[in-house]
Nanobody, 122 residues
Framework: QVQLVESGGGLVQAGGSLRLSCAAS????????MGWFRQAPGKEREFVAA???????TVAESVKGRFTISRDNAKNTLYLQMNSLKPEDTAVYYC????????????????WGQGTQVTVSS
């Protein structure tokens, strides 16, 4: 069983930054692609970014140039650096482990964290 625990969310003013972390249990973290999703109130969960075991990344257009995904395999930890935050970035952010075949759909992921709230005030 894989456990994913997000942290680092909070309240920040527009233009500010936050770094989210996702700690993963188990010894196979480095073998899997990992992703970040978010869900705003009244909206469907949406893809934010993903990073493959090789380090290659895919980032949603809505956050490209502002958000950076990274991983530290030695620490079994996934990160999301969020800069130039906007009120529309307000959401619960989830990390998840990829099972394929794709990288951007909910169904491409098998294990999910409980989420961390990010609120951006204007």
């Amino acid at each position: 069983q894989v456990q994913l625990v997000e942290s680092g969310g909070g309240l920040v003013q527009a233009g500010g930054s936050l770094r989210l972390s996702c700690a993963a249990s188990g010894r196979t973290f480095s073998r899997y692609a990992m992703g970040w999703f978010r869900q705003a109130p009244g909206k469907e969960r949406e893809f934010v970014a993903a990073i493959r075991w090789s380090g290659g990344t895919t980032v949603a257009e809505s956050v490209k140039g502002r958000f950076t995904i990274s991983r530290d395999n030695a620490k079994n930890t996934l990160y999301l650096q969020m800069n130039s935050l906007k009120p529309e970035d307000t959401a619960v952010y989830y990390c998840a482990r990829n099972r394929g075949p794709g990288i951007v759909r909910d169904s491409d992921y098998d294990y999910w964290g409980q989420g961390t709230q990010v609120t951006v005030s204007s």
